[in-house]
């Protein structure tokens, strides 16, 4: 008897341990179908994926809102920023006509954004495409000249172009826009301009656009001489206006080339390190004749 007393003392705290444990599985259950359940977003009707504007001109823009969904107010934005607010009255569509800033050029994205009573955001976007009402006559990068210091730096390459009508527009977002690089391995360039470095070395990024092309120069720091920040594989008075130009900074990080005491401070000792290292007197880019 005492040995069958036992048996139900232990299996009573089982049972009920079990029975916890699949209570518990049977909430989480229900937790994930609840959270897993779309929530209800906008509908832009108007305009369709992909239609295109001219800049400057009017976008008709038509909203819809599922049933159900109470809203307090509607924005309507484009590159993040929102161009019209309406109050709502829970009668669908809410329409909208939307004026394009005139430098606004490429693709773009129009978002629709609802906030509800309880404070609950909605939204939903569309791409479109935004075209010039004149004819492109030149284009500029900026920077045209770019410095690297490490592999992975970044720097985005900006390009606008100049119309016949007299506004600058940007055009890394649109489709006619192409940038490439003649060498990857040291420095690659997304779509949109973005350069990362990837080693040591000299690189031509072509941007072109149109008919139209402009070149940037882009030096990733790394050389095996020390103090040769443009990496030409000697030290001249072109890297000390380098040095001298961002003295009073902090540096990129350890590794900064041009940090030659290593203490994160870019200053006049470091200048006067990078003076040791000059391969000619003087720091001269040439040898004298």
Do not use: W
């Not at 369709?48 to 107010?73: K, M, N, Q, R, W």
């Amino acid at each position: 008897m005492r040995i069958t007393s036992t048996k139900i003392l232990v299996a009573i705290p089982v049972f009920a341990v079990l029975s916890l444990l699949a209570l518990i599985a049977v909430v989480i259950f229900h937790q994930r179908s609840t959270t897993s359940q779309e929530v209800p977003r906008l509908l832009i009707t108007t305009p369709d994926e992909d239609a295109s504007f001219v800049s400057g001109g009017v976008i008709p823009v038509a909203v819809e809102a599922p049933t159900g969904l109470s809203l307090l107010g509607v924005d309507v934005c484009i590159r993040g920023v929102c161009l019209e607010t309406q109050q709502t009255d829970d009668v669908t569509p809410y329409e909208f006509s939307v004026v394009v800033p005139t430098e606004l050029a490429g693709t773009q994205t129009l978002q629709a954004i609802g906030v509800d009573k309880d404070g609950s955001i909605s939204q939903t976007s569309v791409m479109i495409n935004i075209e010039p009402p004149a004819s492109l006559v030149s284009i500029e990068v900026n920077p045209e000249e770019v410095l690297l210091f490490s592999v992975g730096d970044a720097r985005r390459i900006n390009v606008r172009g100049i119309f016949a009508d007299g506004v600058s527009r940007v055009l890394n977002s649109s489709p006619e826009t192409k940038f490439s690089s003649n060498n990857p391995k040291v420095a690659r360039i997304a779509a949109n301009g973005d350069l990362e470095a990837v080693a040591p070395g000299r690189v031509t990024i072509t941007v072109s656009h149109t008919g139209f092309s402009r070149e940037v120069k882009v030096v990733v720091a790394g050389s095996e001489v020390r103090g040769d920040l443009d990496v030409d594989l000697d030290v001249d008075v072109d890297d000390l206006g380098i040095l001298e130009a961002a003295a009073g900074s902090v540096s990129s990080g350890p590794g900064d080339p041009r940090d030659l005491n290593e203490d994160g401070i870019l200053d006049q000792s470091d200048i006067d390190l990078l003076r040791e290292e000059c391969s000619r007197p003087g720091c001269a880019a040439e040898s004298p004749a």
